[in-house]
């Protein structure tokens, strides 16, 4: 049996161990590892305040086209982050960047403007860094 999503996620009982913190199954090693090295050292030192998670937004309501329904297009966050300073910033770990994700980046600011919306990626050479 295929133990893997249509996304290419390890659904096994291993995979999703190691993608697994505290109780909490992230949708990715990368999205457990920013959360345990970057956000959860911050959340302790009072750098940040809250974290929320898989939030969603919508990018586009749901419409009619031709006497045929058309599905909202959503947006779900990895992570909705409030800083003690006030800022708020919605962030989306990602390995690759790819153009759907780009396009979605695009929609949410345009329908958010007044959040703050980032990718966020890691390399060995320089670490988490905001894109």
């Known amino acids: 049996m295929n133990s893997r999503s249509k996304y290419n996620v390890d ?16 949708d ?26 898989q939030v969603r937004y919508e990018l586009l309501p749901s419409f ?25 910033v919605v962030i989306d770990v990602k390995g690759m960047i790819k153009p759907v994700d780009r396009l979605k980046s695009k929609l949410f600011k345009h329908r958010y403007p007044d959040i703050d919306f980032g990718f966020v990626r890691y390399s060995r050479q320089d670490g988490w860094y905001f894109s």
């Open 11 to 26: 659904n096994s009982r291993l995979g999703k161990l190691k993608r697994t913190y505290d109780g909490i199954l992230f």
């Open 64 to 88: 009619v086209y031709k006497n045929k329904k058309q599905r909202a297009i959503e947006y779900v966050s990895d992570f909705d982050v409030l800083y003690s300073d006030g800022r708020f």
């Open 28 to 53: 990715s090693q990368l999205e457990c590892r920013f959360y345990t090295e970057y956000l959860l050292p911050k959340l302790k030192s009072g750098t940040i305040t809250n974290i929320a998670r």
